[in-house]
Each structure stands twice: as C-alpha cells, then as structure tokens.
T-cell receptor, first 117, second 115 residues
Framework: AQSVAQPEDQVNVAEGNPLTVKCTYSVSGNPYLFWYVQYPNRGLQFLLKYITGDNLVKGSYGFEAEFNKSQTSFHLKKPSALVSDSALYFCAVRDRGLSGGYNKLIFGAGTRLAVHP | SAVISQKPSRDICQRGTSLTIQCQVDSQVTMMFWYRQQPGQSLTLIATANQGSEATYESGFVIDKFPISRPNLTFSTLTVSNMSPEDSSIYLC????????????FGQGTRLTVV
C-alpha cells in the first residue's frame, strides 16, 4: 500500500536560516511526488513536483526538493526562510502504475513550519 | 492551472441539518474530487465526482451521508447530510487532469462547524 510519512509535526527555524521539511514515501512502483502548502483559511497550493529527470526540483517561492530514490525521500528545502513561509506543508505521492486507470494522491500528515523573526 | 471557486467559505450549522457545498472550475477538467480535512489532520479523500454518473466513494464514506453531483465538466456539489459535530471539518474540492504526472488544484475550502 502507498503511504507518505512526514516525521515532524512542526519545524521551527529562524528567518534567514535554511529550512528542511522531511518526507519519506512507500509505493509499490516508481512515484510521482508533490509538495503543497496551506496557509490559514486557504486551500492547498501546489509548490513543486518530481516526475523524472534531475533529482533536484525547483518550485514556487524559492522552494526546492530533492528526490532520493535509495532513501525513498523527497525533502523540501529553502536556502533562506521568510516569516511569510510559515504555513502547513503537505507531501503527496502517486504511484505511476503499470497499466491504465487512475491512481489517487496520498497525502502525508502535514508539517507546520514556523519561521521566527 | 485551474481556478476553483468553492462556496460557502465557511458555515455554522445545526446538527441534523444538511449543507451543500459548491465547486466551480474555470475550465473543463476530467477529474474532480472531494476531500475532508479534520482539525489538525491531513486530507482524506471522500469521493471522485464523476460527470453524469454516480460518484465513486472511498472506504468509510457513503452516498447517503455525502451525496455528490457533477452535472457537467466544470461544476460539482457535495452535500453533508444529517450533520453531527463530528462532521466539523474543512471540505476541499480538487481537480486534476487524467494524466498521473499532473498536480492537483484545490479550492479554498469550506470550513464547516456543526453545533
């Protein structure tokens, strides 16, 4: 069965410091991987995705994520955090599948990022 | 990308009543979904809204409790029926293309409180 783990409920970082939000996954085949952000009272906004190719993926708002197949991880990173980055972050995975049909997105539990001035 | 309008944005309802949430997309999309996000938790898929036919429900969700309509490719509704306080959640509409490598887009959500 597919699953996504975000081991940290909350990550605290000082403004200007680098940040990492961790995500590991388990799928039967090769995954498509996604990161979303949710600001208070808002829906989820897409940040970035890994489909194929370069393991380092760059996305919106200066975020990037690194796909590591051997560690089955897809950690979200940013070189310099902003207070405005404070939000809830979700990792999601979809199995590529070997045949037709739709494979649904599986979301992690979410990690709350708090960036302090 | 797709722009999704979801309404109402929030509501406070009496137990035993029903609430219908609307989701309007600015373009024709293949896949539409409804999720529930309980307080402090992740997203749980309720069902896939199928155009012109009955929705496909996930385990633990039934049509009598969460009837869904999708009369065309740009509009869907989710009804939360006979509500109880346990139904207090954020309900999210989402759309995707059929291709597996595309991202999902979400409405802003409906924050439902049942009293």
């Amino acid at each position: 069965a597919q699953s996504v783990a975000q081991p940290e409920d909350q990550v605290n970082v000082a403004e200007g410091n680098p940040l990492t939000v961790k995500c590991t996954y388990s799928v039967s085949g090769n995954p498509y991987l996604f990161w979303y952000v949710q600001y208070p009272n808002r829906g989820l906004q897409f940040l970035l995705k890994y489909i194929t190719g370069d393991n380092l993926v760059k996305g919106s708002y200066g975020f990037e994520a690194e796909f590591n197949k051997s560690q089955t991880s897809f950690h979200l990173k940013k070189p310099s955090a902003l207070v405005s980055d404070s939000a809830l972050y979700f990792c999601a995975v979809r199995d590529r599948g070997l045949s037709g049909g739709y494979n649904k997105l599986i979301f992690g539990a979410g990690t709350r990022l708090a960036v302090h001035p | 990308s797709a722009v999704i309008s979801q309404k109402p944005s929030r509501d406070i309802c009496q137990r035993g009543t029903s609430l219908t949430i609307q989701c309007q997309v600015d373009s024709q999309v293949t896949m539409m979904f409804w999720y529930r996000q309980q307080p402090g938790q992740s997203l749980t898929l309720i069902a896939t809204a199928n155009q012109g036919s009955e929705a496909t429900y996930e385990s633990g969700f039934v049509i009598d409790k969460f009837p869904i309509s999708r009369p065309n490719l740009t509009f869907s509704t989710l009804t939360v029926s006979n509500m109880s306080p346990e139904d207090s959640s954020i309900y999210l509409c989402s759309v995707e293309a059929l291709s597996r490598n595309t991202e999902a887009f979400f409405g802003q959500g409906t924050r439902l409180t049942v009293v």
